[in-house]
């Protein structure tokens, strides 16, 4: 069974840090583009960051740049979210995923991606 499970989420203060993982099971990515999604209650799902398979390229939303980095180690099948100076807007559900297209360039458009994972809850207090 391919899974994706997130970890990391949590209670954090406004201006803190969190840093999200993204671990693979069933199959193996590596050869795949990855993205972290993010869904706030009441709102549509928005693309966040993405990662192409080596990790050498890198792509962000305009409203995470130069506070978010995604990055990746193929050898554990996991792909990370570093969050750093969180706002409280930025509350919501957060979710890995997996396109399927080999060695395809990141897209921001959720239809891209095939494989989901279940989310894990970022919570920003002001």
Same mark, same amino acid.
């Given at each position: 069974?391919?899974? $994706? ?8 203060? &406004?201006?803190?840090?969190?840093? $999200? ?11 795949? #583009? ?6 706030? #209650?009441? %709102?549509?799902?928005?693309?966040? &960051?993405?990662?192409?398979? +080596? ?5 962000? &939303?305009?409203?995470? %740049? ?8 193929? &050898? %554990?099948?996991?792909?990370? $979210?570093?969050?750093? +100076? ?19 360039? #990141?897209?921001?458009? #959720? ?14 207090? +002001?």
């Amino acid at each position: 069974q391919v899974q $994706l499970v997130e970890s990391g989420g949590g209670l954090v203060q &406004a201006g803190g840090s969190l840093r $999200l993982s993204c671990a693979a099971s069933g199959r193996t990515f590596n050869s795949y #583009p990855m993205g972290w999604f993010r869904q706030a #209650p009441g %709102k549509v799902r928005e693309f966040v &960051a993405a990662i192409n398979w +080596s990790g050498a390229g890198t792509y962000y &939303a305009d409203s995470v %740049k130069g506070r978010f980095t995604i990055s990746r180690d193929n &050898a %554990k099948d996991t792909v990370y $979210l570093q969050m750093n +100076s969180v706002q409280p807007e930025e509350t919501a559900d957060y979710f890995c995923a997996a396109a399927s297209t080999l060695y395809g360039v #990141p897209t921001m458009g #959720p239809g891209e991606y095939e494989y989901w994972g279940q989310g894990t809850q970022v919570t920003v207090s +002001s």
